[in-house]
């Protein structure tokens, strides 16, 4: 695998990519904890609907990202494609957790 690149050898930037991504997948997993920690506490549709739409719109994509270039050998637009995918049905359940009937 001449594709490979050590941490201690990959670019800044490369880095704070990473950095950035999980940062955003950890703090969206927390928001989406607290949202069902709501719905169980209120029995709040509502809030489960945020907290599936936050993990859908955070954690998701990354897991995708990381699995599909960890684990498997699709091409980018592949990852692409499944990682806004993730991110139209999270943005989705966040409106209906806003406008839906409950």
């Known amino acids: ?5 050590r941490i201690d050898e990959a670019p800044l930037f490369e880095l704070l990519t990473v ?5 955003v997948a950890l703090i969206g997993t ?7 920690r709501g719905y169980r506490r209120n029995d ?3 809030m489960l ?15 995708i990202n990381v699995t599909i270039t960890t684990f498997l050998d699709f091409r980018q637009i592949v990852t692409v494609f ?6 139209l049905l999270g943005l989705v ?3 209906y957790s806003l406008y839906g009937r409950h």
């Not at 499944?82 to 991110?87: D, G, H, P, Q, T």
Request: charged letters at 5%; hydrophobic letters at 60%; one cysteine or more.
């Open 1 to 5: 695998m001449s594709d490979v690149v």
């Open 19 to 23: 950095a950035s991504l999980f940062l």
């Open 30 to 36: 927390i928001i989406a904890y607290q949202a069902y």
């Open 44 to 46: 709040a549709s509502s």
């Open 49 to 63: 609907y945020l907290a599936v739409g936050l993990l859908l719109l955070t954690l998701c994509p990354f897991l």
């Open 82 to 87: 499944l990682e806004n995918v993730s991110r």
């Open 93 to 95: 359940a966040i409106m």
